[in-house]
C-alpha cells in the first residue's frame, strides 16, 4: 500500500487528508457497479474524487478492490492515492484499518467519505471541514441530515487513529464512534444527502427521475 505523503500540518483543518472508501463488491447492484454509474457526465468514483481533491491540500487516499479493477481506470489522471484492499470481503472496517495506516503521521485529523453519496457536494465536505475545532475537546465531527440524523462525511480527531487498527468485521467503525464517548459535533447539510446512498438498481433509477425533476 502507498503511504501518503508527508508533510509539516499547520494544524488547518482544510488540509486534512480525506480517505473514499470504495472497496465494496456492489453485490446489490444484480451485475452492475454503482461506483461506475454515470453521474453528471462521469463515474460516480471519479466525481467524489473530484470533490475531495477541490477541497483539501492534503492527500486523497481511495480504498479499491484489489486489482486489475475498472475502478482503477475511472481515477486516471487525478492526483489521489489509490491503495488496494485485498480483504475487502470482511467489509468496510477492512477500508478503514488500512486507510488509517496509511495517513501521515502528522495529520491532525482525517475526513472518511463513501463512496456511493452522490448526493454529497464539495461544499458539503467543507462545511464539515470548516466546522473542526481541534482544540475544542471534540473528537468527531459528523455530516447529518437536515433534521440531525447523523451520516456522512465524518472527520476524525487524531486520538481516535490507533483504534481503527484494532476494528474487525463490517461494522463501518462504530466502535470508534463509541470511543469518543459523545464528544461530536453533528453538522446538518441540505436534505438526506449525508445518509443517502445508492445501493440497488432500483435506488439509481429513483434518484435519476428524481435528478430529470430538478
Known sequence: ?????GKLWD?????????????????????RDKLLEEVNGLPLL????????????????????APPHPRYDALIGLEVLPFAVPDADEG?????????????REAPC???????????????????????????????????????????PIVFHRTLFPAFAQ??????GREVVAQAK???TLVPLEGQRARRDLDTPEDWDRWRREQDQT
Open 110 to 152: 482525517a475526513l472518511v467519505l463513501l463512496g456511493d453519496l452522490p448526493d454529497v457536494t464539495a461544499d458539503d465536505l467543507a462545511k464539515v471541514a470548516d466546522a473542526v475545532e481541534l482544540d475544542s475537546g471534540q473528537l468527531i465531527w459528523r455530516g447529518a441530515t437536515q433534521e440531525g440524523a447523523a451520516g456522512h
Open 46 to 65: 471519479r466525481q467524489q474524487a473530484l470533490k475531495a481533491c477541490a477541497v483539501t491540500g492534503g492527500p486523497v487516499l481511495i480504498a479499491l478492490p
Open 182 to 184: 459523545g464528544r461530536m
Open 1 to 5: 500500500m502507498p503511504s501518503a505523503p
Open 11 to 31: 494544524m488547518n483543518p482544510r488540509n486534512l487528508p480525506i480517505v473514499i472508501l470504495a472497496a465494496g463488491a456492489s453485490s446489490r447492484m444484480r451485475g
Open 167 to 172: 476494528l474487525s468485521g463490517d461494522s463501518g
Open 92 to 104: 468496510m472496517n477492512a477500508s478503514l484499518r488500512r486507510a488509517f495506516a496509511a495517513l501521515p
